[in-house]
């Protein structure tokens, strides 16, 4: 069975698409940008800024799903320069631990908002 998973303390979805899905154990998690939820307005700064705001963006959402980001099991990184690549891995690298998450990191021609960043991702719920 398909249940929508929504949180308050990430943006909420601005089309027509759901924060996240979850079947059975596993969560499907639509991408993040860098927008702050309290604000709706993309936080300041750069790609560190913007990559550490994905990841409470995306903390909110699998928290509503009865999970963390330690059960990521894969993860898709959209940059709008790869020439941001080692400053974002360098934040994304703050947040996880061995084993890491399976990943691929592409550079896209444009992201919404204009955002530097949007990462998507799939983590199960134990």
Do not use: W
Not at 63 to 85: E, P, R
Request: proline share 4%; hydrophobic share 40%.
């Amino acid at each position: 069975m398909k249940q929508v998973i929504n949180s308050t303390n990430s943006p909420a979805a601005v089309g027509p698409y759901s924060q996240a899905i979850k079947a059975g154990n596993l969560v499907f998690c639509s991408g993040q940008i860098g927008i702050d939820h309290r604000t709706n307005a993309m936080v300041e700064g750069g790609i560190k800024e913007q990559t550490q705001q994905v990841f409470s963006n995306m903390q909110g959402v699998l928290k509503a799903a009865n999970t963390t980001l330690n059960n990521i099991l894969k993860m898709t990184v959209y940059l709008a320069d790869m020439n941001d690549f080692v400053a974002m891995n360098e934040v994304y690298a703050t947040y996880f631990k061995e084993p890491y998450p399976a990943r691929a990191t592409v550079e896209v021609a444009r992201l919404p908002k204009d955002a530097l960043i949007e990462i998507e991702c799939i983590a199960y719920v134990k």
